[in-house]
């Protein structure tokens, strides 16, 4: 070839809105001279701001560079491609080529899936058959990504519609993704939820980002401070007085810590207690002790078993052992019984259960489960088998499946009346191009004695994606609920033995169409549906067909969130002729640690609110308002949380309110005091209605333990000083350094007053240690920390002396155009030839923090002229360095003044 052409910097690494230069340069290694010519982007490049376009000739032997610039806008970073490429041709008089060259972006991104609810607290309603939950997900990368999302309920308990969805997200696009959820058992408790979110990117299967959403149930028989509060955490403790309205005062224990019993006994330890003063009862619950060695995990006392297809709770233990790299065995066995020991709830017998779990396969394309649970309970007088396989396998990236079945049995202990009951589910998933197909399906018969007894689903989902955040879909949803029992033992059993247990059927059948699309950061989403549902309960049956429309708008904007959405529908009971309408608008709106919800309804929107409706032959108007702040203090020192809320509802004629503060206050680092308060009244709006109010507040104290290293991972110790004679070692005299930022690679923390520092939990690996150097000191050793033990060192920093300087022009006489020189360059280079980096600030001022020694301090640039660009300066044992300035003149300026 008669010619070389390369860039001088092969990668780039480049950060979203910087601009940045690179050189083509061009060399003739013929010996004729060559015209070059045709220069252009081999693609049109967003964020190009120049390149040369004039042909030019190159003697032989010559080399000329060419300079390309760029701008790093969001577009730019937005590409799919990191390789930026031009061409070119050249010629003589006797040929005629082309040419190209590239270079490489490396761009600075964060590729996890940002994945958070709406609303700050998130409620169910047990007496509604459902409620919505928004979700954001965002795509923190630049890149386009096909994300599948799963959804799990903590404890198992809750039905979570779909419970899988896979969503396209452009670079930095931040989706509402909508989920419904009910709970399954309408127990006494109403244990609080967690849904665990768990993001997969179907390129390469990793897992991209996960978390978890708290629920709080509503429940008007239970008098309990919620889960959302302060007191939920890990290593501490704290004894707290609880006083209540109806009399029912106590004092209450719970906290929980971890532990490093030996190098390889690794535990946890759980507890909450009661103690009823004025009766002298107590109650133990939710306590536990958890033991861990090596691939092994022991728990006794409060259990509960997930995945089981089954309601697994109770007191008895559990031992999980994991073989192979994804292989694990749980065996467990247990007695159906909220209270661990105690005297404040009767101790009856409860239900015995014993089951196993094996889960296999690999992480990625294939994997599953088996379980089986069997459960005695002598209250009903029934045992009750269920079996369970469940496997989730990809074809391919674009085809997903996910199937189980079970099998369950049920016998009468004292009618020896029997049931077998099945259940099977097919769900697929796939991606094809713009397309997106999700299939999910679930069948279980009457008898069924799994968690989905007597449940229907059919859901087909078809979606395609288009340009600029724009996506179309059609979804057809069937859903049917009718369960069956075996016969109370301790009656006489009547026809087919069902009589004595209450009849329930619930189904919905639903065609929606859904248009969504994006307006910068605004989210919007109609569609227009057909819904019918059905509902029969004991003598009452009712039915709905309503034509609804939805939409939704959501954006967020810097610290401000805002979300609304709005169903109209015109409705008709089943066997009537008459239409009526209605309307639910919801507004949520978040700003910072503020939130602000509301909801307002105009007639019946579901089956349910059919039979009040029916014989008050009234149209209705309900609305609830909620608001939370989340706050802190005195520099974190002082934390809480404060909710008042308001609820309307004309059809049940009733008026609710509630008011909730949440307190803690850091006393030290390890102690804290503890507060909670929670007012409620309730009024019924109708004459001679009932009306009451009841209170609970608490205050404790809270005890802070260390985290303990689990195990596989090693705690790294740090003393920072100043090593003022370079010794490396803390000597008498030394200034420890406090309040430093730490960095171990990812693990961030910082120096308490005793200049030390801990770091638990590190796996096995080599780190960089980096030191915020905010007393301008720098460290003397090697920042490489290899661990692979538990480390505690000093940690030397030598003190840095401080050099600063300031530019200044010497401008001519009427010469009032300003300058700048922000962002210039300012070098010094040591008499080793090591060069350090300052940059010039909006002052027109530049800093330095070096070590002892002579220095050269010079600027290198082409805009301006110096009038002295180099200085040579000596630091010596002085605190600071004297100031310099640098003067400077414009370039190709002169005024001439004429005198008359």
């Given at each position: ?10 990668s ?14 061009v ?21 190009l ?17 060419l300079?390309?610039k ?39 991104e ?14 169910l309603?047990?007496?509604?058959p ?23 309920s ?7 519609t ?30 609080d ?11 390469d ?21 919620r ?10 403790a704290e ?30 330890f759980?507890i ?7 009766d ?10 958890e033991?861990?060695?090596?691939n ?21 233990g ?18 159906n ?23 296999f ?13 069997f ?25 997903n ?13 004292l009618s ?12 697929y ?11 999910t ?8 004695a799994?968690?989905?007894?007597g ?27 009718q ?52 509902n ?6 009712r039915?709905?067909l ?14 401000h ?19 009526f ?22 007639n ?10 029916h ?18 203090a ?75 290293t ?46 030390k ?6 796996p ?38 401080r ?24 070098y ?16 027109d001022?530049f ?30 044992n ?10 400077y ?12």
């Amino acid at each position: 070839m008669d010619i070389e052409a390369y860039f001088e910097t092969d990668s780039i690494a480049v950060v979203k809105g910087s601009t940045f230069t690179n050189f083509l340069v061009v060399k003739n290694t013929s010996d004729v001279e060559i015209t070059v010519q045709e220069l252009a982007p081999q693609e049109k490049y967003p964020g190009l701001l120049f390149y040369p376009k004039a042909n030019f000739t190159l003697a032989a032997g010559a080399q000329k560079r060419l300079p390309l610039k760029f701008i790093a806008n969001l577009d730019f970073m937005k590409r799919p491609s990191n390789k930026i490429a031009f061409s070119f041709s050249f010629k003589t008089s006797t040929i005629f080529k082309s040419a190209v060259a590239a270079f490489y972006l490396q761009k600075e991104e964060d590729t996890t899936i940002s994945i958070y609810p709406f609303s700050r607290e998130n409620y169910l309603n047990p007496a509604t058959p459902e409620s919505s939950l928004m979700v954001f997900v965002e795509n923190r990368g630049y890149a386009k990504r096909n994300i599948k999302l799963e959804f799990q309920s903590l404890p198992d308990g809750l039905t979570i519609t779909p419970n899988q969805q896979t969503v396209t997200l452009e670079g930095l696009e931040k989706r509402i993704v909508e989920i419904r959820v009910a709970t399954r058992n309408q127990n006494v408790l109403y244990p609080d939820y967690n849904i665990q979110v768990k993001a997969t990117d179907l390129i390469d299967s990793e897992n991209v980002g996960s978390s978890q959403i708290q629920l709080v149930v509503l429940s008007s028989n239970r008098q309990i401070a919620r889960g959302v509060d302060l007191g939920r955490g890990n290593n501490y403790a704290e004894v707290t007085y609880n006083e209540n309205s109806s009399g029912f005062n106590y004092m209450q224990l719970r906290g929980n810590t971890e532990f490093s019993a030996s190098e390889n006994l690794y535990g946890r330890f759980n507890i909450n207690t009661d103690y009823y003063m004025q009766d002298g009862l107590y109650n133990l619950y939710d306590t536990w002790l958890e033991l861990e060695h090596k691939n092994s995990v022991m728990r006794i006392g409060n259990v509960q078993g997930s995945d089981y297809d089954y309601s697994v709770s109770g007191r008895g233990g559990k031992i999980t052992t994991r073989f192979g790299a994804t292989n694990q065995l749980e065996v467990l066995g247990l007695e159906n019984n909220y209270s661990l020991y105690g005297t404040y709830f009767q101790q009856t017998e409860g239900s015995k259960m014993a089951g196993a779990k094996y889960s296999f396969g690999s992480s990625n394309n294939f994997n599953g489960k088996l379980s089986y649970i069997f459960e005695r309970d002598p209250r009903l007088s029934i045992d009750t088998q269920v079996a369970n396989l469940t496997s989730l396998f990809s074809i391919s990236e674009q085809h997903n499946f996910r199937l189980e079945g079970g099998l369950s049995h049920e016998k009468g202990l004292l009618s020896n009346d029997q049931n077998t009951g099945a259940s099977a589910e097919l769900n697929y998933d796939a991606t094809i191009g713009n397309w997106n197909f999700q299939s999910t399906n679930s069948y279980a018969s009457k008898a069924y004695a799994g968690l989905s007894r007597g449940a229907y689903f059919f859901n087909q989902r078809i979606g395609r994606e288009f340009s600029k955040g724009k996506r179309v879909f059609l979804l057809y949803q069937r859903s049917q609920v009718q369960p069956e029992y075996l016969s109370f033992q301790n009656t006489i059993n009547q026809a087919n033995g069902y009589g004595n247990y209450p009849k329930y059927f619930h189904s919905t059948g639903a065609v929606k169409l859904g248009y969504q699309f994006t307006v910068q950061n605004w989210n919007f989403l109609v569609s227009p549906q057909v819904e019918q549902q059905k509902n029969e309960s004991n003598a009452i049956a009712r039915g709905l067909l309503s034509y609804r429309f939805h939409a939704n708008i959501g954006t967020s904007f810097g610290n401000h969130g805002l979300n609304l959405s709005g169903d109209y529908a015109k409705s008709k009971q089943e066997n009537s002729t008459d239409w009526f309408n209605s309307l639910r608008a919801t507004m949520s709106y978040r700003f910072n640690n503020f939130s602000l919800n509301g909801t307002v309804q105009k007639n019946p929107i579901n089956v349910y609110e059919l039979n009040s409706y029916h014989y008050s032959g009234q149209g209705f108007i309900n609305y609830n308002v909620y608001s939370s702040y989340n706050f802190q203090a005195f520099k974190g020192a002082l934390s809480g949380s404060a909710s008042a809320g308001v609820n309307y509802s004309e059809l049940y004629q009733n008026l609710n309110k509630t008011v909730t503060g949440n307190l803690e206050y850091k006393i030290s680092n390890n102690w804290a005091t503890t507060g909670y308060l929670n007012y409620s009244d309730y009024e019924s709006i109708q004459s001679g209605g009932y009306s009451g109010y009841n209170y609970q507040f608490r205050v404790g104290l809270k005890k802070y333990f260390a985290v303990a290293t689990s195990l596989g991972n090693h705690k790294v110790s740090f003393q920072l000083f100043e090593d003022a004679n370079f010794n490396g070692v803390l000597d008498s005299g030394e200034q420890v350094l406090a309040n430093e930022v730490i960095k171990l690679d990812r693990y961030v923390a910082m120096t308490d007053k005793k200049g030390k520092v801990t770091f638990q939990n590190v796996p096995q690996g080599i780190y960089k240690l980096e030191v915020n150097q905010s007393a301008g000191a720098r460290l003397k050793m090697d920042p490489m920390i290899v661990v692979d033990r538990n480390i505690k060192m000093n940690v030397g920093l030598v003190k840095a002396i401080r050099v600063s300087g300031k530019l200044k022009e010497i401008r001519q006489a009427y010469d009032f155009k300003e300058t700048s020189v922000t962002g210039i360059a300012v070098y010094a280079k040591s008499e080793e030839g090591v060069v350090h980096t300052a940059v010039v600030n909006q002052n027109d001022e530049f800093e330095f923090f070096l070590k002892d020694g002579e220095y050269d301090i010079f600027i290198k640039n082409d805009k301006y002229n110096f009038i002295n660009p180099k200085q040579t300066i000596v630091i010596g044992n002085t605190e600071n360095a004297e100031i310099l300035l640098f003067e400077y003149k414009k370039k190709d300026t002169e005024i001439k003044v004429k005198r008359f």
